[in-house]
């Protein structure tokens, strides 16, 4: 079976990921923004895949919220989009969204990109809607801001 190399190359698919060193200091910078806030929160990263890299729980957070934090990254890793642009298609009258299998329509799920393409996810549970989403985007944002150090 003597194949061209290019045509090799041709049959697999080559992607990124976030590494759980990458995962960890999403979480660290997304623990401190809700620290410095006073908010008690979980986080999770998940890799391009929605499978999770490094999951976090603040002792005082709820018990409920490392499983909302997982179900909000893998929404947006899975769909490409922040998680809470889908709770805003359901709030504009599309409920259809709701059908998606997986999907957790609810803000605080952000993808984690890198060169622009998305590597994985980081979704944030306990400070509430928006605030979820400040924190989530804080945390990716200090992802990218690894890259230029």
Same mark, same amino acid.
């Given at each position: ?52 890299? %490094?999951?976090?729980?603040?002792? *005082? ?6 499983? /909302? =934090? #997982? +179900?909000? @990254? ?46 994985? %996810?980081?979704?944030?549970?306990? *400070? ?6 400040? /924190? =989530? #985007? +804080?945390? @990716? ?9």
């Amino acid at each position: 079976m003597n194949r061209e190399p290019e045509k090799e190359w041709n049959d697999v698919l080559l992607k990124r990921s976030v590494s759980l060193s990458g995962a960890r200091e999403v979480i660290h910078a997304a623990q401190r923004k809700a620290q410095e806030n006073g908010w008690r929160i979980s986080v999770a990263v998940v890799d391009r895949a929605g499978e999770v890299v %490094a999951l976090e729980r603040n002792d *005082a957070a709820i018990g409920i919220s490392p499983t /909302v =934090a #997982l +179900a909000k @990254a893998r929404t947006a890793a899975l769909l490409e989009a922040p998680s809470g642009e889908f709770e805003a298609f359901i709030n504009a009258g599309q409920p259809s969204f709701l059908a998606t299998p997986g999907v957790t329509p609810l803000e605080g799920g952000i993808p984690l990109r890198f060169d622009g393409e998305i590597i994985g %996810a980081v979704g944030v549970s306990g *400070a509430h809607g928006a605030n979820d989403s400040a /924190v =989530a #985007l +804080a945390a @990716a944002a200090a992802l990218v801001a690894l890259r230029r150090d």
